[in-house]
């Protein structure tokens, strides 16, 4: 009996192993078929490290040799999946993510063949570009901890980025955008809480009645008031870039983490802050407990409701401040359907980064850094169509959740009104 | 006393919550439209004139059918008459992509599945059944038009399949996929409308269909009524015998209901949901199909605006069942059309009606707000689940 489980248990594992193996031999010979051969030898790819206006101490910039290194990157690519077939790595994870840099970094070289390509200025711009992805992504986190889906994260960012831009643009004070885009976020969470605690309206139906609601009534607003009266209504100006002294001068680091404007500088700092409330702080726990077991979490006194409120409201906020950033964060106005579905893939990369802070950024990062290298291709002009680069970020999304979501476990009862 | 009261209540309270199931969807609308009108008002606008012309805009003017008929009466002339049932007619027209789409959305709910996708397979249905119509030349009518109405249903399939195949392989939620694939699909034809399926005008559209691939019309020119609305009533009928009269549709209304209860009895879940993502995929596909084929006769850019959204609010407003899904979906049709004129006459962007459609949802989710709001009394229903967790 036991030998026959065994081979039973052997051969699934047998087929993941292949099937890894077979597909990163493949990943690794496209490297070489798409980028390598149609290289010419000599030519060299220049990264610049440097950025123009920056404080950043000057640094020499990266020269390598575009082809020797595509060859480099697909072959390890295929040595990995060599290795993979022969002895099946247990952690698959790390190959995969040792594979898709080497894909990356070949696309790199490939794309900056006898260019020029600013590596820092794209890593400064995978950060802003992450930035309310990993705000949308903290909100889900937040009030899926304890237990409340949220997917209306889209239609909240959308009027919390409509209200910031108004009332920045008639105050003429942004901070007083930035406080009224919080507040929004806190109300239209709140509504979502409202509904799903009190009325146990399905959580998911409820978050997409916001999206709809969201995204008609940005548009309603924008149509009849905003696009007739820009420059009193629609006109707010950005958030100036902030320097830290000191800081600021690390090459390289320096003005990629530190010469961002204030929604950048806060989304980094809630992000800590929300790694360690959530698991150093009695409120962190309970939270925790609400969304594991909330009938356990009740028996030993914990509002369950009175939790699911108070962190679905949080989570509107921090969906609020995403929100703000699309208008005065970055453009200094309002266009409908401006947030093109950041607030979903703020979900996956909550998805990728298992609930936890600090996952959520660093797949928030992974977004960012797809959406800055599709627009920088363009200005490279690497002969694929555009709408191809645009598409990256939301093929990505797909693959991650497809190749991640089994093994990341929600909190246990997330999704799931509470009846007492 | 007893005796006789039990029997007589027990229709009574069948009727009086079939009553409910009719009336809360009817009072959603009601307070959706009253939320809307204050809205108007808070906007400055004067609601009589706006919501003068959503009628007008949907239904026609009732002076204007008096003229039409008297002049066809007196003079045998059409022309007034045609005129008077314009807008009705063009309400039908505006409702037969939405019962496509809404029947897609229903269909996903019946097995559990959320399909917010049908912007996109509506998207690649309505660009495949555009490339058969101009593209393939010197077939008859019985051959061209079913062709291309068979691309749009197969390029919406494949745009429904694929997140059905990976939420049921690999559990990725469907919610997320679906809308990764509708902006997929907004940028492939971006690309296709720029390029490879570009007419040779200014504008970034395709070609216009053959005459041998549109839907026909059954009145003179200015009237778009065809043959679409009716495929659109037999596509409803295809769906409700589908659920309701075949072993599969049963088990798939299994798989919805309870997917481990399902999967002990031995039904093939995997197969269940690709299959019912893909005819999901194929009826939003149709969707575009017959806006194509049948009004527009070309696709431009942003063709599907607001379409995966809409189909949503019709499928919860008809609860999932084809024959609601119908009547929201004409309800829909006649909001729509009429909004048009209420933008161009009474100056209300059309996004209002987006707003009502929000909170028609909100409504039809938590019945009880209505009931709160209508003091109607509670009857127990048996609640059906819509959606469920991430990855399960």
């Known amino acids: 009996m036991a030998n026959t489980s065994t081979k039973i248990v052997s051969a699934t594992e047998n087929r993941v192993r292949i099937s890894y193996g077979v597909t990163l031999l493949v990943l690794g010979l496209l490297i070489y078929l798409l980028f390598g051969i149609n290289m010419h030898s000599g030519s060299v790819a220049t990264f610049g490290l440097n950025l123009a206006g920056s404080q950043a101490v000057e640094v020499p910039d990266f020269v390598v040799p575009a082809q020797a290194t595509v060859y480099l990157m697909s072959a390890i690519a295929i040595f990995a999946g060599a290795f993979q077939l022969a002895r099946g790595v247990r952690s698959t994870g790390w190959l995969i993510g040792i594979v898709a840099a080497t ?59 409509q209200t910031a831009v108004v009332l920045a643009t008639v105050s003429g004070n942004l901070y007083v955008g930035l406080i009224g885009a919080i507040l929004v976020g806190a109300l239209v969470a709140g509504f979502h809480a409202y509904l799903v605690i009190r009325f146990k309206v399905d959580q998911t139906v409820s978050s997409v009645a916001i999206n709809i609601f969201g995204t008609g009534f940005t548009s309603f607003i924008s149509s009849r008031f905003l696009q007739k009266a820009t420059d009193a209504l629609n006109n707010s100006g950005t958030f100036p870039i902030i320097s830290i002294p000191g800081l600021a001068k690390i090459p390289v680091l320096g003005p990629v983490l530190f010469e961002n404007n204030i929604v950048v500088y806060l989304m980094l700092i809630l992000v800590a802050v929300m790694h360690i409330m959530l698991f150093y702080t009695p409120w962190g726990l309970r939270t925790r407990a609400v969304g594991e077991h909330p009938k356990a979490a009740d028996t030993l006194g914990v509002n369950v409701y009175l939790t699911r409120y108070v962190n679905v409201i949080l989570g509107g906020m921090i969906a609020g401040l995403g929100g703000a950033y699309f208008t005065i964060g970055s453009v200094g106005r309002f266009d ?26 660093t797949s928030s990062l992974i977004f960012g850094f797809a ?30 959740l497809t190749g991640v979501v089994g093994r990341a476990i929600p909190p246990a009862a997330d999704g799931q009104p509470y009846e007492k | 006393m007893s005796e006789t009261a039990t029997p007589s209540k027990k229709p009574n309270q069948t009727r009086s919550s079939l009553g409910q199931e009719l009336m809360i969807p009817g009072l959603a609308v009601l307070t959706g439209l009253i939320i809307g009108a204050i809205v108007i008002v808070a906007s400055g606008a004067n609601v009589f004139d706006a919501y003068g012309a959503l009628f007008t805009g949907s239904f026609g003017s009732p002076v204007k059918f008096i003229e039409g008929f008297q002049s066809f009466f007196s003079t045998g002339d059409t022309g007034d008459l045609i005129k008077a049932i314009y807008p009705f007619t ?24 959320f399909n917010i996708g049908a912007e996109g397979q509506f ?244 019945p009880d707000i209505i009931r709160w709001l209508y003091r109607i009394r509670s009857i127990k229903t048996e609640e059906t689940v819509l959606t469920r967790g991430w990855g399960k």
């Not at chain 1, 200005?379 to 999304?397: G, H, K, N, Q």
């Not at chain 2, 409702?95 to 559990?112: D, E, K, N």
Request: proline share 5%; glycine share 10%.
């Open chain 1, 103 to 161: 894909f990356v970094v070949a696309f790199l070289a490939w794309a900056a063949q006898d260019k020029s390509f600013n590596l820092t200025g794209m890593l400064g711009s995978s950060l802003v570009r992450a930035t309310p992805i990993a705000l949308a992504a903290l909100c889900g986190v937040i009030s899926e901890r304890s237990a409340v889906i949220n997917i209306g994260i889209e239609g909240i960012m959308l009027m919390s980025a």
């Open chain 1, 371 to 400: 959406d800055s290298l599709q627009v920088k291709l363009q200005i490279l002009r690497v002969p694929i169509p555009s709408e191809f680069l645009l598409m990256a970020p939301y093929i990505v999304t797909m693959i991650i």
């Open chain 1, 336 to 361: 409908e359907i401006m947030t093109a579905g950041k607030g979903f893939i703020g979900l996956a990369a909550m998805i990728f980064g298992k609930w936890n802070p600090i996952g959520a950024f």
């Open chain 2, 90 to 113: 063009e309400s039908l027209v505006t409702a037969t992509p939405y019962i496509f789409a809404g029947l897609s959305v229903a269909l996903g709910f019946r097995a559990g599945l």
């Open chain 2, 123 to 366: 998207f690649i249905g309505a660009l495949c059944s555009a490339f058969v119509g101009y593209s393939v030349k010197g077939l008859p009518m019985i051959v061209h038009l079913p062709l291309a109405l068979l691309a749009g249903a197969l390029g919406g399939a494949l745009w429904g399949m694929i997140p059905g195949y990976l939420k049921a392989k690999f559990g990725a939620h469907e919610v997320v996929n679906t809308i990764m694939m509708n902006w997929i699909a907004f940028r492939l034809s971006d690309w296709l409308l720029s390029g490879p399926m570009r007419s040779s005008g200014f504008r970034p559209v395709t070609p216009n269909v053959l005459a041998t691939a549109e839907l026909p019309r059954f009145f003179p020119a200015p009237l778009r009524f065809n043959l679409g609305f009716f495929l659109a009533l037999l596509a409803a009928y295809l769906v409700y015998w589908f659920l309701f009269k075949t072993t599969t549709g049963f088990e798939v209304r299994s798989v919805g209901a309870n997917p481990d209860a399902a999967k002990y009895a031995g039904m093939n879940i995997v197969k269940n949901l690709v299959l019912v993502m893909s005819m999901a995929g194929a009826l939003a596909g149709l969707a575009g199909s017959a806006q194509v084929l049948g009004v527009d006769h070309w696709v431009g850019q942003g063709f599907s605006a607001g379409y995966g959204f809409d189909a949503i609010a019709l499928a919860l407003l008809g609860k999932s069942h084809p024959a609601g899904v119908v009547m929201a979906a004409l309800l829909f049709g006649f909001l729509r059309s009429g909004a048009t004129d209420m933008q161009s006459m009474a100056g209300i962007p059309i996004d209002i009606i987006s707003i009502i459609q929000g909170l028609v949802i909100v409504f039809i989710a938590a």
